[in-house]
């Protein structure tokens, strides 16, 4: 018997330390750096950065309920998130805010030199660096969520659901008013007295988190968060398998979609629910090579969650312009699901997700137009000359991006077809391009309706876009660090209206000025303000999607 199990022993013990070998090679392999490396493309510090950043919102969450971190009521089982009980620890409020300011430094400053890294030839094994942003994003949903309160939104809209009740007809706040209710109780302003604004695909994630989390807030959170880190984490991932064959092209994409903590903080923390949406339409565009028709009906669906998804859908339809048969069945497929969702299921629903488009919020670089404009004109003469400034400056922003970003193949298309002539590569280049152009312009938006751009510019290669998009998604998050309408002392009122109403709409102005220069330098240099790039140009990729560890170089 000794001989028998001694053996098996020693085989489990030399497997055990195999394992703990390619561990601990894996971990070293990430942080190698070349001798002579400057500061400011050292990935050992970049990485440093960006994991710091992760733990310091695991510490803020950790913490318990404070001015940042959601109280998600008792706890009854042992499932995350998990954090200190209430009463043993009363966080002081400019220590946890001016932590979440640390941290968003340090995620962006981090993720700023990885990239630096990348470009002059840092090579880390693609698996570890996948699992590592993994591994981040997992462990950031084992604290509760922070600075927005949208999550126990989601939880009372669920909630109404199972009571009976229709959540695009009641409130939350006519129920709580009424009588006890161990989850919409917990919900916070200002949306207790509005119906649910999200699209049924998101509802029914609403009911589902419900009824896994049973009575307990806590639980249903848990749900909630783990669905939207999930979303995120395939919607990364599908970035990340679009560049399948370019090892240099997809370890960017890992650093600028999963390991990214302007996103990750703005989507995973927040648990916020963009990345559902964005992530069924990305899946779609895993099929626009060779079945528009299933193309097109997953985009529909990913539509009946937000309808700002929509975008992805024409780009979608730009892509298929010169195919008729292939724009019609995508047509189709899209037209099935919100067909039957919007039309005879749930006409309400996309009646009230468009009031969002009348809203102005105070960060935006309208809002001080609008405040001047007030002054002058009535209240629906302000509202009228605010949208069309908002939708005109995005077309026009859109346009100028079109003009300046490169093309770029990507692996799997048919030997010797342009990137021009690509599908996929048409419809991510045009998705970034009508996206950033009407985010950074829109009236309303928040840091994590940047994620509708951020995820498909990844595949476009380096341009000075990643610098304008890493500073509007920083200075945002900053914005809203105090996003939650509670009470807060007079000096940190003020102070977060002054980051609020001066500092982030002067940065979002900034934004426009910049990407105007961009386009207009590019045009100098090119010799015209009107010529589209074309895939042969030297500021696109690589042609034919081939590996490089340069990325594209920076138009402009």
Known sequence: MTQTTEPAAADQATDRGSVLHRFAYGVRQLFEVK?????????????????????????????????????????????PPWYLPGGVLKPNPWLVVM??????????????????????????????????????????????????????MYAGYGRLTKLGYDAYSVAPAEIFRQ??????????????????????????????????GGENLHDVVFWLQLFCCVAFIAACTVIIWMARGNNALQRRAIIWTLLNPMMIWAVVTGAHNEAVSIAVALAGFLFIRRNPFLTGLLIGVACTGKATVGLYGVAMAWAYRRE???????????????????????????????????????????????????????????????????WGSAVMLGWMLSRVLPWRALPGAPPGTSPERDPLVIA????????????????????????????????????????????????????????????????????????????TPTVGVGVIVVVVLWWHEH????????????AGDETSGPP?????DEPARTTG
């Open 179 to 212: 009588m006890y209710d161990p989850i919409i109780r917990w919900t916070e302003k200002p949306w207790q007295d509005m119906v649910n604004v999200y699209g049924p695909l998101l509802y029914g994630m609403q009911y589902v988190a419900n009824v896994l």
């Open 99 to 152: 932590l979440c300011y640390l941290l968003l430094f340090l995620g962006a400053a981090g993720t700023f030199i990885c990239l630096r890294a990348l470009a002059v030839g840092w090579k880390p094994r693609n698996r570890n660096l996948y699992i590592l942003g993994v591994v981040v994003n997992l462990i950031t949903i084992t604290v509760p969520p922070q600075t927005s309160a949208d999550v126990l």
């Open 324 to 390: 008729l048969k292939k724009f019609l069945l995508s047509m189709l497929g899209a037209a099935i699901p919100n067909t039957i969702v919007y039309i005879f299921l749930f006409p309400r629903a996309l009646e009230l997700a468009s009031k969002n488009a009348s809203y102005v919020i105070g960060s935006s670089w309208i809002s001080p137009v609008r405040r001047v404009l007030n002054v002058f004109i009535s209240p629906d003469a302000v509202s009228v000359v605010v949208s069309v400034l908002a």
């Open 544 to 548: 034919g999607g081939e590996e490089t």
């Open 35 to 79: 001798p002579g490396t400057p500061w400011h493309r050292n990935p050992r510090l970049g990485l440093g950065m960006v994991l710091a950043s992760t733990v310091i919102t695991l510490f803020v969450g950790f913490l318990g309920p404070s001015v940042t971190t959601l109280n998600i009521g008792p706890r009854s089982s042992i499932l």
């Open 523 to 534: 045009g100098l240099k090119v010799g015209s303000h009107t010529r589209a790039p074309h």
């Open 428 to 503: 991510l280049r045009t998705t970034v391009v009508m996206a950033v152009g009407w985010v950074i312009t829109s009236a309303y938006s928040l840091a994590w309706y940047d994620l509708i751009y951020f995820l498909p510019m990844a595949l476009l290669g380096a341009t000075q876009l990643d610098v304008i998009a890493l500073l509007r998604a920083g200075v945002l998050n900053v914005a809203f660090v105090l996003g939650r309408v509670i009470d807060y002392t007079p000096l940190m009122a003020a102070w977060n209206q002054r980051v609020r109403e001066i500092i």
